[in-house]
């Protein structure tokens, strides 16, 4: 959880709120510039504040200058973040969770989280199925979808743990959770997410989103969100149909410890 906070350590709010300001004009500017270049309505996409490393009086100033939808990938660090900004009495928020979940953690994320992007695997579909019933809340998943060509032969058992470091569902399984997420009651099925793999050329590995996603619609149509893009690869995303932008560094500045 530490971190340099992008500068914000040592400096006053209002300067921090500053920095924030033109680090997301810088963002959005180049989101209508992808959106232009791709014929896509900027209307279409949903940027999500991705605030892992960063304290929640970041995720205040965000919302203040208008941001609604917020990410992170890690319950400790999560939960208690959520706490803070709901005890601030600052504008209303949604939180995304978007990183690897255990099973036993998912009655922990389910009584903050509005969306869960990193389901993956039955066992977790049903977990937080239960969950979500306990909590009286409802909870919308986003089925993530591994886009690894290693993946492309869909070997990899649905059930397994999961390898942190390779996150989602192999495409030929993809129909298979995004049903259980369908016919589990407490879910609401969403739609996808994905991450492009960290040595391929982004442009290609979103390629299959499209029809991915027209898979997980076949299941339910309104199930339309397509999480892709990040710091570094979002006017690709944009290209590929993406609905969601997942943005960390480019927003809060570079963490001092990677977490992905
Ligand atoms: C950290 C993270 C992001 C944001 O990455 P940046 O490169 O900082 O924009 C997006 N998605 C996931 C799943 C992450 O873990």
């Given at each position: 959880m530490a971190s340099d906070g992008g500068g914000s350590s040592g400096t006053d709010p209002l300067s921090r709120r500053a920095e924030l300001a033109g680090r997301l004009e810088r963002v959005r500017s180049r989101i209508a510039a992808a959106c232009a270049a791709a014929g896509?309505?900027?209307?279409e996409l949903t940027l999500i504040a991705v605030?892992?490393?960063?304290?929640?009086s970041d995720v205040v100033a965000l919302a203040g200058l208008g941001l609604y939808d917020f990410g992170e990938n890690r319950d400790q660090e999560a939960a208690p973040k959520a706490a803070e900004v709901a005890a601030s009495d600052g504008p209303a928020i949604r939180w995304h969770f978007i990183g690897q979940l255990q099973t036993n953690k998912a009655h922990r994320v389910a009584k903050y989280a509005?969306?869960?992007?990193?389901?993956?695997?039955l066992r977790l579909v049903h977990a937080l199925g239960t969950a979500a019933r306990a909590a009286g809340r409802d909870l919308t998943c986003l089925v993530q979808v591994s886009l690894?060509?290693?993946?492309?032969?869909?070997?990899?058992?649905?059930?397994?743990?999961?390898?942190p470091a390779r996150g989602g569902v192999p495409p030929a399984r993809l129909a298979e959770v995004a049903a259980a997420v369908e016919a589990?009651?407490?879910?609401?099925?969403g739609g996808l997410m994905a991450v492009a793999p960290l040595d391929m050329d982004p442009v290609a590995a979103f390629a299959p989103l499209r029809d991915l996603s027209e898979v997980v619609r076949s299941i339910r149509?309104?199930?339309?969100v397509i999480s892709a893009g990040m710091s570094g690869d979002l006017e690709a995303a944009i290209a590929a149909g993406a609905t969601h932008l997942r943005i960390g560094t480019a927003l809060?500045?570079?963490?001092s410890v990677p977490v992905r």
């Open positions: 896509r309505d900027e209307g605030t892992k490393t960063y304290p929640a509005d969306v869960v992007q990193s389901v993956d695997r690894d060509p290693a993946d492309a032969g869909g070997e990899r058992l649905v059930d397994s743990e999961g390898d589990e009651p407490g879910l609401i099925l149509n309104a199930a339309s809060l500045g570079n963490r």
